[in-house]
């Protein structure tokens, strides 16, 4: 059974592009974008929905077209701003496997997928080793964590991208030392039963992820406001919700492209 947060951790997952820029100018042109994204951010934390997140930072914004001051002089700090807020919040607490399976699923399916391809030439079994168990192990342990603990997470990503990057990195390196470190063999399967379950896992995960992401795509609850900011343009909010489009779908089909890559290049460069 999830956690009892995870269905909060993915409503905001699937509310908050990679940016809020786009966002703070057409609601606010005026406020400074780091400022906006600070201040989103944060009520986005607090669960406000997404028309009270944007109907706040349009009153904000005409304040500082109206008295030429800049958000931070006005408000002060973005992030004791929106705490100051009494504004209405809404706690989601459905517990969900939606954001939890893909993320196990694809990458498995993706090392048995490509680490079984070439085996379909030479006849040999695949070997399931103790470095794709422990890479399975990490893989869960993480997203748990994550979804356990998002928040302090996406805080620290927020104040620390550099330093978010490099561990991101580390864990990649983590789990590619573990695969090819730990050699033990737990079990060896014929290749193209392999190679089958990592299809299978790859397709399932993919699937599962992008009726996942359509059913949520009614709960985005994006930031809006009850009237259009000033200046805001028509072909600004169409570009905005194809770009989320993008962002929302790429990545669950960045697993399955990466393993027709790599499938492909083995068997046509090293066949």
Excluded: K
């Excluded at 995870?6 to 997952?13: A, E, F, M, P």
């Excluded at 905005?240 to 089909?253: D, E, H, K, S, V």
Aim: aromatic share 6%; proline share 7%.
């Amino acid at each position: 059974m999830t956690h009892p947060t995870s269905q909060r951790t993915d409503r905001r997952v699937r509310s908050w592009p990679l940016t809020m820029a786009p966002v703070s100018a057409q609601l606010a042109p005026e406020v400074d974008p780091r400022w906006a994204e600070d201040f989103i951010l944060e009520l986005r934390m607090l669960d406000v929905p997404g028309r009270a997140i944007g109907d706040a930072l349009v009153e904000v914004g005409s304040h500082c077209a109206e008295s030429g001051e800049t958000a931070q002089d006005a408000f002060g700090d973005p992030v004791a701003y929106a705490r100051s807020l009494d504004l209405p919040n809404v706690p989601f607490t459905r517990a969900d496997l939606g954001p939890i399976l893909p993320w196990v699923l694809q990458p498995i399916g993706l090392l048995l997928a490509v680490g079984s391809a070439s085996t379909l030439r030479t006849g040999e079994p695949v070997e399931i080793t103790t470095g794709l168990l422990a890479v399975a192990t990490v893989l869960v342990v993480a997203v748990v964590a994550l979804l356990r603990w998002f928040t302090p997470f996406v805080r620290f990503v927020v104040r620390r991208p550099v330093v978010t990057w490099a561990v991101l990195m580390a864990h990649f390196a983590l789990l590619v030392v573990l695969f090819l470190v730990l050699r033990g063999v737990v079990a060896t399967v014929p290749g193209s039963l392999a190679l089958g379950t990592g299809v299978l896992l790859l397709a399932v995960g993919t699937v599962w992820e992008l009726v996942h992401l359509r059913s949520e795509a009614g709960d985005d609850d994006p930031v809006t406001a009850t009237v259009d900011a000033p200046g805001a343009r028509a072909d600004e909010r169409r570009r905005t919700r194809w770009g989320m489009t993008a962002l929302r779908y790429g990545g669950a089909l960045i697993a399955p492209i990466a393993a027709v890559v790599l499938v492909a290049v083995d068997v046509l460069l090293l066949g």
